[in-house]
Structures are given as structure tokens and as C-alpha cells.
């Protein structure tokens, strides 16, 4: 009896210990992948002044990591490597069809399952916002992280900053409008607005607290929301200086 014992004993040790080795493998496997996405995207992305640059894309891979923790999800290779490579197909800074030729070009070299490429490539390729239209298209958790983290670091302080980098780069004005008061403009009245850094908060950015996935992405959004609506009032306010009695 003791020495069945002790033979159980011994190849459970082995199996607890030959699991760790595998487990540390696929860790260290992972962190290589996610490291030679981080050198792709950087790539890309070096000469990028349009509010797709470098920085974006890091704060989107710190933000869906941070999500995805919070949500419980202990495997994030996949939310890793779309967030880091979320933005290197985007048409308006590359033509798309290369962009993503080349992107399953690298995605086939880093050693991924068919599988993982499939599921990668399926969140890059139906994330973005496109007028609201693409929300309806049906993301895994995993796209929903990542779609939640891009859009984050649309909102705040930072969305505000790319917004008005972004106006200039293509240039438009930051406002067109007088005597428009903050109150009465909404997302719904916009239209007849030429196209501007402001129009641009009511045409989108307004509208995305309300379409993120997550809980963790919703509160996240919800400051980031007010301090924008704070902005947009006293920005106007400023704006309409001249024209409002009451200052
Ligand atoms: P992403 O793909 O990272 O979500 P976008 O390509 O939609 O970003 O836009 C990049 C940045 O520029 C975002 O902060 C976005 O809000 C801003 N932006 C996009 N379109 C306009 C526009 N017409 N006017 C001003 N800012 C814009
Ligand atoms: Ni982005």
C-alpha cells in the first residue's frame, strides 16, 4: 500500500510540475508575441500625427488590459495583440487591402493558431465606429475590450486633445458658429453644422458612453463624458463672449 502510494505521489508531482513548465512557456510564448506585435505596430505607426500615433495605440493596450482584468478575464494574448494592432489597417492614414495583407503576413509569422489570426484580425476588422453602424456587428468579449479601450482614450482629456490635433491636421476649424449657446445644441441638431472640432463632439463622441460593452469601460466613459461636457460649455461660453449680455 505505501509503495502505490508513493508511486501516485511521484506522478502527480511530476504532472504539477511538468504543467508549470508548460504554463511558463506559454507565458514566455505569449509575452513574445505580444513584444513583436508592439515592434509591428511601432513600425506602422512612427511618422503618424493624425491622433493615430504611437502613444494612442499604448494607451488603448494599457486601458483594455486594465478592462480586461477587472472583468475577470485571465487570457489576454488576443485583447493584447488587437488592441497593440487595432489601428496600423485604418484607411484614412494607409490603403487597407495592403495594410491588411501585411498584417496577416505578420500575424502568420508570430505563431499563432489559425484560430487566434481568424479572431484577431475579426476584432480589427469590425471595431470601429462608422457612424454607430458598426456597433451591431457581433464582437467576442475580447473584441468588446478592446473596441471599449479605443474608444476611452476617444473621450476625457485625451479625446478632446486628438479631436482638435486631428481638425487641424485635416483642416478644419475648431467652431464655425456664433451665438450658438451650449444649451441648445445636441447630437440630434447637429447636421446643419459645417464640419468642425466641435460638431465633432456631438457627431460622435458624445454618443459613445452609451454604446460601450463592458461595465468597466461604462464608469470609465461616464467621467470621461462629463469632463467633455464641462469642456464644451465652457468652451462656448468663451466663444460667445462677445455676443452674451450676461458676461
Ligand atoms: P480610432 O480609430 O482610434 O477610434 P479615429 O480614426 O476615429 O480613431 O479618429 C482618431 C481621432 O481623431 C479620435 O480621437 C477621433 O475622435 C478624432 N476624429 C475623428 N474624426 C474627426 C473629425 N471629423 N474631426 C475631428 N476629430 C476627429
Ligand atoms: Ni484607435
Not at 14 to 40: G, P
Not at 146 to 172: K, N, S
Amino acid at each position: 500500500y505505501q509503495l502505490v502510494s508513493n508511486i501516485f505521489y511521484y506522478i502527480e508531482m511530476s504532472v504539477f510540475f511538468l504543467n508549470l513548465l508548460f504554463e511558463k512557456e506559454t507565458i514566455m510564448e505569449n509575452e513574445l508575441k505580444i513584444k513583436h506585435a508592439c515592434n509591428y505596430m511601432k513600425m506602422v505607426h512612427k511618422d503618424d500625427h493624425t491622433g493615430h500615433d504611437i502613444a494612442h495605440v499604448e494607451r488603448v493596450h494599457t486601458l483594455a488590459k486594465y478592462i480586461a482584468l477587472n472583468e475577470g478575464l485571465v487570457h489576454t494574448t488576443i485583447i493584447e495583440l488587437a488592441a497593440l494592432l487595432h489601428d496600423t489597417v485604418d484607411s484614412k492614414i494607409t490603403n487597407e487591402q495592403q495594410a491588411y495583407d501585411k498584417l496577416s503576413t505578420f500575424l502568420e509569422t508570430i505563431d499563432l493558431t489559425q484560430d487566434d489570426i481568424q479572431h484577431v484580425l475579426h476584432i480589427i476588422q469590425n471595431m470601429s465606429y462608422r457612424g454607430g453602424k458598426n456597433n451591431q456587428a457581433t464582437l467576442s468579449i475580447e473584441g468588446q475590450i478592446v473596441r471599449d479601450a479605443d474608444r476611452l482614450d476617444a473621450l476625457g482629456a485625451i479625446g478632446i486633445a486628438r479631436t482638435f490635433q486631428f481638425a487641424g491636421y485635416f483642416g478644419e476649424p475648431m467652431w464655425t458658429e456664433s451665438n450658438v449657446p451650449f444649451e441648445s445644441l445636441h447630437t440630434d441638431n447637429i447636421e446643419a453644422f459645417d464640419p468642425s472640432a466641435i460638431k465633432h463632439f456631438y457627431e460622435k463622441l458624445l454618443k459613445l458612453k452609451s454604446l460601450m460593452h463592458t461595465s468597466t469601460g461604462r464608469k470609465l466613459a461616464e467621467e470621461r463624458h462629463h469632463f467633455m461636457l464641462q469642456f464644451l460649455k465652457q468652451f462656448l461660453h468663451e466663444w460667445n463672449f462677445n455676443n452674451n449680455t450676461n458676461m
